[in-house]
C-alpha cells in the first residue's frame, strides 16, 4: 500500500512540473492552500435519548481536484477521523461510503475518487439518560489526500450542535437531509438474489450480467486482484462485462469491488461484488438504488 501511494505522489508531482513550464503553459495548482472544505450536517434537527441519528460528513473539492474512496486500488488516502469531540455517553459508529467515481490520470493509472461534492455518512447514538431540552455540540477532525496536478494531506475541523428532543416527539429534517438522502441511495447494496443481476467467477475471470442495463462499471476495492486491460476493462456499455484477472502468482484470483449499473429509464443501482474474498470481508458502505 505504501509503495502505491508513493506512486501516485509521483506521479502528481510529475504532472504538476509538466504543467509549471514557461511559454503560456498552463501552471499547476498551488499547493498552499486548502481546495477541500469540510462540515458536518444532520439529517434531523434533534436528536432523543437512546436514538441514532445520520450525521453527514460534506467534502467540497474545488474543480480539478478530488479525494479518495475507501476501496480506492491506487492507494489514496481517503478521509479518516483523527479526533472526536463527543459528549458523555454519546458514540459513532462506522462511516458509510457511497459509490464512488471512475479516474484515470496521466499514463492510464485508475482509481475511485470523490469529485465536486460528496456526503459520507456518520451515525451517531444519543446516551438513554440524555436530558430533553439540552444541547449538544459534535465536533470532529479530519484528514485526507486531495489531489489534481498535485497531491496534499488536507486536514480539517467541523462541528454541529443538536438539540435533545423528547423520546415521543418527532424530529423535523435537518439543513444536512437532501444531502445525506442522495448519498444514502448510492450506498452500495448486495447484489440481488433473484438473478435479475449475476456475478459469476469462473477460469480466472469476473463474468456479469445485468439484463436491461445500458452502462456497467466496476470499481475494485482492496483486496481484488489486478484486470487485464486496465482502465478500459472495467467499464462497459450494455448489459454484460468480462473482468479477466492476471498476476495471481498461482493464487485463485478474487473479484472484490462494487459494481454500478445504469438500466434504462434512468434507474441506477450500486451493489457489492464479493467472489473468491475468503471470510466475506464486510464492503465500505450498505444502501439503496436511485432513480437518478
Given at each position: 500500500m505504501?509503495?502505491?501511494?508513493?506512486?501516485?505522489?509521483?506521479?502528481?508531482?510529475s504532472?504538476?512540473?509538466?504543467?509549471?513550464?514557461?511559454?503560456?503553459?498552463?501552471?499547476?495548482?498551488?499547493?498552499?492552500?486548502?481546495?477541500?472544505?469540510?462540515?458536518?450536517?444532520?439529517?434531523?434537527?434533534?436528536?432523543?435519548?437512546?436514538?441514532?441519528?445520520?450525521?453527514?460528513?460534506?467534502?467540497?473539492?474545488?474543480?480539478?481536484?478530488?479525494?479518495?474512496?475507501?476501496?480506492?486500488p491506487?492507494g489514496?488516502?481517503?478521509p479518516?477521523?483523527?479526533?472526536?469531540?463527543?459528549?458523555?455517553?454519546?458514540?459513532?459508529?462506522?462511516?458509510?461510503?457511497?459509490?464512488?467515481?471512475?479516474?484515470?490520470a496521466?499514463?492510464?493509472?485508475?482509481?475511485?475518487?470523490?469529485?465536486?461534492?460528496?456526503?459520507?455518512?456518520?451515525?451517531?447514538?444519543?446516551?438513554?439518560?440524555?436530558?430533553?431540552?439540552?444541547?449538544?455540540?459534535?465536533?470532529?477532525?479530519?484528514?485526507?489526500?486531495?489531489?489534481?496536478?498535485?497531491c496534499?494531506?488536507?486536514?480539517?475541523q467541523?462541528?454541529?450542535?443538536?438539540?435533545?428532543?423528547?423520546?415521543?416527539?418527532?424530529?423535523?429534517?435537518?439543513?444536512?437531509?437532501?444531502?445525506?438522502?442522495?448519498?444514502?441511495?448510492?450506498l452500495?447494496?448486495p447484489l440481488?438474489?433473484?438473478?435479475?443481476?449475476?456475478?459469476?467467477?469462473?477460469?480466472?475471470?469476473?463474468?456479469?450480467?445485468?439484463p436491461?442495463?445500458?452502462?456497467?462499471?466496476?470499481?475494485?476495492?482492496?483486496?481484488?486482484?489486478d484486470?487485464?486491460?486496465?482502465p478500459?476493462?472495467?467499464?462497459?456499455?450494455?448489459?454484460?462485462?468480462?473482468?479477466k484477472?492476471?498476476?495471481?502468482?498461482?493464487?485463485?484470483?478474487?473479484?472484490?469491488?462494487?459494481?454500478?449499473?445504469?438500466?434504462?429509464?434512468?434507474?441506477?443501482?450500486?451493489?457489492?461484488?464479493?467472489?473468491?474474498?475468503?471470510?466475506?470481508?464486510?464492503?465500505?458502505?450498505?444502501?439503496?438504488?436511485?432513480?437518478?
Amino acid at each position: 500500500m505504501l509503495s502505491m501511494m508513493a506512486a501516485a505522489l509521483v506521479m502528481c508531482f510529475s504532472a504538476g512540473v509538466e504543467r509549471g513550464v514557461e511559454g503560456g503553459i498552463e501552471q499547476p495548482e498551488s499547493k498552499d492552500r486548502p481546495h477541500v472544505q469540510f462540515e458536518i450536517v444532520c439529517e434531523q434537527d434533534s436528536i432523543a435519548p437512546g436514538e441514532t441519528a445520520t450525521l453527514g460528513l460534506v467534502f467540497r473539492m474545488e474543480p480539478h481536484w478530488h479525494i479518495y474512496y475507501l476501496g480506492a486500488p491506487g492507494g489514496g488516502n481517503p478521509p479518516s477521523i483523527e479526533e472526536s469531540r463527543l459528549p458523555k455517553g454519546y458514540r459513532l459508529g462506522e462511516i458509510q461510503w457511497p459509490a464512488p467515481q471512475r479516474f484515470v490520470a496521466p499514463g492510464g493509472i485508475y482509481d475511485s475518487v470523490y469529485e465536486n461534492e460528496v456526503t459520507l455518512l456518520l451515525p451517531v447514538t444519543a446516551p438513554a439518560d440524555a436530558k430533553a431540552g439540552e444541547k449538544v455540540a459534535i465536533g470532529l477532525k479530519m484528514a485526507w489526500l486531495e489531489c489534481s496536478d498535485v497531491c496534499v494531506f488536507g486536514k480539517g475541523q467541523a462541528s454541529i450542535e443538536l438539540a435533545v428532543r423528547p423520546k415521543d416527539a418527532k424530529p423535523k429534517p435537518g439543513a444536512g437531509a437532501a444531502k445525506i438522502a442522495a448519498s444514502r441511495a448510492r450506498l452500495p447494496v448486495p447484489l440481488p438474489t433473484d438473478g435479475s443481476v449475476s456475478a459469476e467467477l469462473a477460469d480466472g475471470a469476473l463474468q456479469i450480467r445485468a439484463p436491461g442495463a445500458e452502462r456497467l462499471e466496476f470499481y475494485p476495492g482492496q483486496h481484488c486482484s489486478d484486470i487485464e486491460g486496465m482502465p478500459e476493462a472495467n467499464v462497459a456499455k450494455g448489459e454484460g462485462m468480462r473482468l479477466k484477472f492476471v498476476n495471481t502468482n498461482g493464487s485463485a484470483p478474487v473479484a472484490d469491488g462494487i459494481l454500478g449499473i445504469w438500466f434504462k429509464g434512468g434507474k441506477a443501482g450500486w451493489y457489492v461484488v464479493q467472489r473468491g474474498v475468503e471470510g466475506g470481508s464486510q464492503a465500505p458502505g450498505r444502501g439503496g438504488e436511485s432513480g437518478k
